[in-house]
């Protein structure tokens, strides 16, 4: 009565467990597989000699617009952060 179908239904949550994980793997093994074939079909990367590479930005605080540095150049004293001005 009851425990008969406590029993059947663990056996069918079992089942799909299994067929689930099954279906799971060879989801994964065709998209690995896919995947080896894109990377497989892929150039090889190589540098091209046409455009040369920028040069690097400098970020420093003394060519910015903001900051520390560019109060002192507009004549602002610079402001220390927890310090009190009275």
């Known amino acids: 009565?009851?425990?008969?179908?406590?029993?059947?239904k663990k056996a069918l949550v079992k089942l799909q467990a299994l067929v689930r994980?099954?279906?799971?793997?060879r989801q994964a093994a065709a998209t690995?597989?896919?995947?080896?074939?894109?990377?497989?079909?892929?150039?090889?990367?190589?540098?091209?000699a046409s455009a040369p590479a920028p040069p690097p930005i400098?970020?420093?605080?003394t060519t910015l617009p903001f900051g520390p540095a560019a109060r002192c150049r507009r004549g602002a004293p610079p402001t220390i952060r927890?310090?009190?001005t009275a």
């Open 1 to 8: 009565s009851c425990r008969v179908f406590v029993q059947a």
């Open 21 to 25: 994980g099954f279906l799971v793997r």
């Open 32 to 48: 690995l597989q896919s995947m080896q074939a894109l990377i497989a079909r892929r150039p090889p990367c190589a540098p091209t």
């Open 58 to 61: 400098s970020l420093t605080s």
């Open 82 to 84: 927890g310090a009190s």
